[in-house]
């Protein structure tokens, strides 16, 4: 029997659900089992993901991609409870598989000996990720959504420790206010249109009455809060930057993909939904979107500057990038779009390898010394007496030399300085922004889209300071604390192929964007998702044979 793309479209799904289930059953103490069978699974994951975007992606742009369906129970639409593969979806999904291979691997030098399940939960959270990204129907969002978040609990308290337990349980009470909200919002949208079908609801959201519009509203509004929360948008992000600087290394790097979870939700609903009706891109919800992603930008920038240790720097990019999605989502527009993704890829990377790295360059490093250094420097404090003599043409050992060229790719990558595709990305937005073809339709360009180019170049500046900041006490003049960090090869590898993806994407920024634009325009113009969805045709069962 051949396989069809519409049965790998549940494999995703499968894999690490069986994967992870499997390794309850075995011992911890065998851990190189375990990491075994999570490598193998995560490898497949991979190789699926690339089969599965291979697959959406055609060169006929009007057609809006190949659109695989499958239909569980085999129910027809819209009453099936269904998965669906297009380009975003597919992207996303070997976005995670590209981030999870080498977390995973990095991890397998201390971290998963750290505690128990490690493996287990890894594994779940890849589940929770890839179902989030290909379900068709809301519920089964929201229930995607709570396995992706019950993985995650373990991950952030792996390894305990008590900053670890308080930025934990205070992340475990902001999601589950977050879950809270999101079925809340499922409820009144169901209660209003009678499906929770995302392309059903596509066809049934226009033809609500006024009676009904303001409890429409109002459950998708409570649903845009509880994604809003886990994007991290200002004033929703006060729990991010402390969860990811205080996480575990491979868990921080994979809840890089996790705050996009949001934005993904709320790009594909927002245009799947309200897309089509003139007045979004002036409405409430593209402005709340638009202003809340400036001023997400605005937050993480001073957060950079005022962060005295990486993690929390790290932690405050994140917010950065969120903002940057967001404002673009709010600006309504393709080309827009097609940047931003770009972006998401790019940054979403960067800010992975970061985190991995992060916790290289902290070993060898006394944390409160160097707090005490940034803020000595801060207040213009200087030790007048060290004799620099002593130091004059030290060799600079390959461990540091290694860190320090991963560091400068990283802090490239998140500047936006070319040429890689930090800078790309940001130079697609902005010239989509201000292309003729856009200004040609309206009389004057909006000052939101200044306010954005001005946001964009200054967090890149503050970014810029900080990490050379950074980058010159870890790196160029070290305390007298510190010691040269014991660094596995197993470790240092993920972050150099997370690094040199970032360096594919520059040298295929041709074909990339194309696809990202081809992504865009089947976002604006949802009409193939739809049709595709609805029109899903069911199995026929097998012919019986007559015995005569």
Not at 220 to 232: E, T, W, Y
Not at 360 to 375: P, Y
Not at 417 to 422: A, D, M, N, R, V
Request: proline share 5%; with cysteine; aromatic share 8%.
């Amino acid at each position: 029997m051949k396989l069809s793309p519409e049965h790998l479209v549940i494999a995703p799904i499968l894999i690490p659900l069986i994967a992870g289930a499997l390794q309850l059953f075995l011992d911890d103490r065998g851990r190189k089992l375990k990491a075994s069978l999570s490598i193998l699974s995560t490898v497949a994951l991979l190789a699926i993901s690339v089969l599965l975007l291979r697959f959406t992606h055609t060169d006929d742009e009007a057609s809006g991609g190949k659109i695989a369906v499958y239909l569980l129970g085999n129910w027809p639409p819209p009453f099936a409870i269904n998965l669906v593969l297009d380009r975003l979806s597919a992207m996303m999904l070997a976005l995670t598989a590209t981030l999870a291979l080498p977390t995973l691997i990095f991890s397998m030098g201390r971290w998963h000996k750290a505690g128990v399940h490690f493996h287990t939960l890894f594994l779940l959270l890849l589940m929770g990720l890839n179902g989030a990204f290909l379900t068709g129907d809301l519920f089964n969002l929201f229930v995607f959504f709570e396995v992706m978040l019950a993985a995650s609990y373990g991950l952030v308290l792996h390894g305990s420790g008590l900053l670890r337990v308080k930025a934990g349980l205070h992340y475990i009470a902001i999601n589950l206010v977050a879950s809270l909200l999101f079925l809340i919002g499922v409820a009144l949208i169901y209660g209003v249109t009678g499906t929770l079908n995302m392309a059903d609801l596509a066809i049934r959201i226009p033809q609500i009455n006024e009676t009904n519009q303001t409890m429409l509203e109002s459950g998708a509004a409570i649903l845009s809060v509880a994604f809003l929360i886990k994007a991290g948008m200002w004033p929703l992000s006060f729990w991010l930057p402390e969860t990811y600087a205080v996480a575990p290394a491979p868990s921080a790097a994979i809840f890089a993909i996790m705050s996009k979870v949001g934005i993904y939700v709320l790009l594909r609903l927002a245009l799947l939904f309200f897309g089509s009706d003139p007045g979004f891109s002036e409405g409430p919800g593209a402005q709340i979107l638009l202003y809340g992603g400036l001023a997400t930008i605005g937050f993480g920038t001073v957060g950079v500057l005022a962060s005295q240790t990486l993690g929390r720097f790290a932690g405050f990019s994140v917010l950065i990038s969120s903002g940057t999605l967001l404002a673009s989502m709010g600006l309504v527009q393709a080309e827009v779009t097609a940047g931003a993704l770009f972006y998401l890829v790019s940054s979403t990377l960067a800010i992975s390898a970061l985190f991995m790295l992060i916790e290289l360059v902290e070993r060898g490093q006394n944390l409160a010394a160097s707090v005490l250094a940034v803020t000595m420097e801060a207040f213009g404090y200087q030790d007048e007496e060290i004799e620099n003599e002593e130091i004059v043409g030290v060799a600079i050992p390959r461990t540091i030399a290694v860190l320090g060229t991963c560091f400068a790719a990283c802090a490239i990558l998140l500047v936006g300085l070319p040429p890689l595709s930090g800078f790309i990305a940001k130079f697609v937005i902005l010239s989509a922004i201000f292309s003729p073809d856009i200004a040609s339709q309206i009389d004057i360009i909006p000052a939101t889209s200044w306010w954005f180019m001005a946001l964009l170049i200054l967090s890149g500046l503050a970014t810029l300071i900080a990490m050379s900041r950074s980058g010159i006490h870890a790196f160029w003049a070290p305390s007298v604390d510190t010691t040269l960090p014991r660094v596995l090869f197993i470790e240092i590898i993920p972050v150099a192929v997370l690094l040199c993806t970032t360096l594919v994407l520059t040298i295929q920024a041709g074909p990339v964007m194309r696809f990202m634009e081809a992504t865009a325009i089947s976002l604006h113009a949802p009409q193939p998702y739809i049709e595709g969805v609805m029109n899903a045709p069911t199995m026929l069962p097998p012919p019986m044979e007559v015995v005569e």
